[in-house]
């Protein structure tokens, strides 16, 4: 059974960093892509970033590129996401979800539980 | 960008009978080499994570129920619940993977009138 569970989530003040988890069971975790996709309160859904399933490739939306770094360690089962330079328009819940594809960005297949991220001050 | 944009916002249908959700992106998602439309429609229930329902625009996931039905080439889709039961009432989301960003419909509200 394919599980995704998410962590690192909780309540930061503008302009600081966060590193979000999420640990893989179930499947092969290095034959598949991983995504982040966040959704503001009461909002719809937004993908954030997708890493191929070896690391080499990644993928990010303009709202977050150059501040959140996708990453993975294979060894460990674990897709990360690091943000920098947080706003209050990063308030959301994030989700972890597994790609059907293993380099490019395809449909999310499963889906982890959420993890909550609050900018505020 | 490609933009998808879902119809209606929301919806209020007895139980048992049909919901019809569209979908309709400003491109084209249909990937001329193998035929396939790169579209899949997502249900997520209130307080739950969003649950795959189909992919390739017509294809059921595993254990979805066959009430569930999905349809449409190029940028018109359509999600179809032929019977609506107490347990369907949820937020359907379209999305399309042709290409990055990916982006997702902005969510229909089904509900129980």
């Known amino acids: 059974e394919v599980q995704l569970v998410e962590s690192g989530g909780g309540l930061v003040q503008p302009g600081e960093s966060l590193r979000l988890s999420c640990t893989a069971t179930?499947?092969?975790?290095?034959?598949?892509?991983m995504n982040w996709v966040r959704q503001a309160p009461g909002k719809g859904l937004e993908w954030v970033s997708t890493?191929?399933?070896?690391?080499?490739?990644?993928y990010y939306a303009d709202s977050v590129k150059g501040r959140f770094t996708i990453s993975r360690d294979n060894s460990k089962n674990t897709l990360y996401l690091l943000m920098h330079s947080l706003r209050a328009e990063d308030t959301a819940m994030y989700y972890c979800?597994?790609?059907?594809?293993?380099?490019?960005?395809?449909?999310?297949?499963?889906w982890g539980q959420g993890t909550r991220v609050t900018v505020s001050s | 960008d490609i933009v998808m944009t879902q119809s209606p916002d929301s919806l209020a249908v007895s139980l048992g009978e049909r919901a019809t959700i569209t979908c309709k992106s400003s491109?084209?998602?249909?990937?001329?080499?193998?035929?396939?439309?790169?579209l899949a429609w997502y249900q997520q229930k209130p307080g739950q994570p969003p649950k795959l329902l189909i992919y390739?625009?017509?294809t059921r996931e595993s254990g979805v129920p066959d009430r569930f039905s999905a349809s449409g080439s190029g940028t018109d889709f359509t999600l179809t619940i032929s019977s609506l039961q107490a347990e369907d009432v949820a937020v359907y989301y379209c999305?399309?993977?042709?290409?990055?960003?990916?982006?997702f419909g902005q969510g229909t509200k089904v509900e129980i009138k």
């Open positions: 979800a597994k790609d059907e594809g293993t380099e490019t960005p395809n449909y999310l297949d499963y």
């Open positions: 999305q399309q993977y042709y290409s990055t960003p990916l982006t």
């Open positions: 890493i191929s399933g070896s690391g080499g490739s990644t």
């Open positions: 491109q084209s998602v249909l990937y001329s080499s193998n035929s396939k439309n790169f």
């Open positions: 390739w625009a017509s």
């Open positions: 179930g499947f092969i975790f290095s034959a598949y892509a």
